[in-house]
């Protein structure tokens, strides 16, 4: 017959085991709650981005250097 004592140290082992997958299940969810966050940010920058080059278009034809030193400064800023 099998000892209860056996049963028990069973029984918290893989409690014990679940309770660590658990911990570590979450760790990963966290990451990818922040990488998906971080999508959501860089996205919403793109799409401002891509909105103020179509309605600055022809500002920046006439003048693409003081444009690239625009993106270079709010890319610097955004980090």
């Known amino acids: ?7 028990y140290l069973l029984n918290l082992v893989v409690t ?6 658990t ?8 990451k990818s709650i922040d990488v998906t966050a971080q ?3 860089s996205r919403n ?15 920046i034809l006439e003048d693409p ?5 625009f993106l270079k400064e709010y890319c610097r800023n955004e980090n």
């Open 65 to 69: 250097e003081e444009f690239i030193k």
């Open 16 to 21: 014990v085991a679940l309770f660590i997958a």
């Open 23 to 30: 911990l570590y299940r979450i760790k990963i969810e966290k």
């Open 45 to 59: 920058s793109l799409e401002m981005l891509k909105r103020i080059v179509e309605r600055e278009k022809d500002l």
């Open 1 to 7: 017959m099998v000892d209860l004592w056996n049963v």
């Open 39 to 41: 999508n959501a940010r």
